[in-house]
């Protein structure tokens, strides 16, 4: 259920430089991981995934890396910038499939100084 | 673009009024839909699964009589909160992939919000 009063992580940095957010997620059987960038007001919007055959995936000035070892997962965003600020949320799915079920991290606030 | 409309954005009603959301795939068919409740400065709480042409399965905790799923075609699912009261008040979103191999797209979401 809901946890009452729960405040979510935050990370502030100014513009240009690269944010680290971080993820623990608790399934070990899991092996499908997305990353979303959630604005106020609107729905989750898929920034990168990675399965769990792999430990590092690249997009456009974003890195996913995953530790299944220590069941870790963040996510680099290179020369941060204002745009860039919002909530970040990391998905996990335990069946492989993209389209199953996913259990959605805490999430982390990030907030770009211009 | 969207890949996933949610309609309306915004809800506002008196306490005891049924409230439908449309949730529909603009450009696939999406055999499964999910739908979310989110409280302010929180995650996303996966209330249940929508399957196209059968029962929709619910997440334990989640009154199948108050949340009424329905999964009538393969780009549309409506979720009806039934005789709403202030608690229900959320953000409800959904969300869609097609079976192949592509991440779930979000809708933009319904602010539900009963007086």
């Known amino acids: 259920g809901e946890s009452v009063g729960l405040h979510l992580p935050t990370l502030s940095v100014q513009e240009g430089d690269n944010s680290i957010i971080n993820c623990a997620y608790s399934n070990s059987a899991s092996d499908y991981f997305i990353w979303y960038k959630q604005e106020s007001g609107k729905g989750p919007q898929f920034i990168i995934d990675i399965r769990s055959n792999m430990d590092k995936r690249q997009g456009q000035r974003v890195t996913v890396l995953l530790n299944k070892t220590v069941k870790h997962l963040s996510l680099q965003i290179a020369a941060t910038q204002p745009g860039d600020s919002a909530v970040y949320f990391c998905a996990e799915n335990a069946g492989g499939t993209s389209y199953g079920k996913l259990t959605f991290g805490q999430g982390t606030i990030l907030t770009v100084h211009p | 673009g969207a890949v996933v409309s949610q309609h309306p954005s915004r809800v506002i009603c008196k306490s005891g009024t049924s409230v439908k959301i449309e949730c529909r795939s603009l450009d696939f068919q999406a055999t499964t839909m999910f739908w979310y409740r989110q409280f302010p400065k929180q995650s996303l709480m996966l209330m249940a699964t929508s399957n196209e042409g059968s029962k929709a399965t619910y997440e334990q905790g989640v009154e199948k009589d108050k949340f009424l799923i329905n999964h009538a075609s393969l780009t549309l699912s409506t979720l009806t909160v039934t005789s709403a009261h202030p608690e229900d008040s959320s953000f409800y979103i959904c969300?869609?992939?097609?079976?192949?191999?592509?991440?779930?797209?979000f809708g933009d979401g319904t602010r539900l919000s009963i007086l």
């Open positions: 969300s869609a992939s097609s079976r192949d191999n592509q991440p779930q797209h």
